[in-house]
């Protein structure tokens, strides 16, 4: 086998496609969960805790001098980032809470007794008085 053939069989296995769909579509997801922090959650957090802005929040370790950047502690970023996880976690326990719920209710759905023929009910009455 070639090796361009051996990549094309590895590329389209259903797994590696399955994977690549999954990436684009977390890439996506994450899009929308910053979005979501950014502007519309950390905005009114921002205003109850007195106008904060939390990525700017930051301690300054050593000041900027001859052209050199301040060295700074930037825990706001971390803060903000930390909140971007705690949502997506969310919203991914909450997706695969509502995937559980509705695979139980499929499982406890009664099977529907297979309906049976003449052939099959004749039959059973025949079994059934050679017992007796």
């Known amino acids: 086998m070639s090796l361009v053939q051996e990549f094309k069989s590895f590329a389209m296995k259903g797994n590696v496609v399955d994977l690549a769909v999954g990436v684009v579509i977390g890439g996506a997801f994450g899009k929308i969960v910053t979005s979501i922090v950014n502007d519309i959650i950390m905005p009114p957090i921002g205003v109850l805790v007195g106008g904060i802005n939390f990525k700017d929040l930051k301690i300054v370790l050593s000041r900027a001098a001859d052209g050199t950047p301040a060295a700074t502690f930037a825990y706001g970023n971390f803060l903000q ?35 049976l023929t003449p052939d099959v009910v004749l039959l059973t009455e025949i079994r059934d008085l050679l017992k007796k």
Do not use: H, R
Not at 85 to 112: C, R, W
């Open 81 to 115: 980032t930390v909140l971007e996880f705690i949502i997506i976690a969310f919203a991914v326990f909450i997706m695969i809470k509502v995937l559980n719920t509705l695979q139980k209710k499929e499982a406890e759905k009664p099977a529907s007794s297979p309906v």
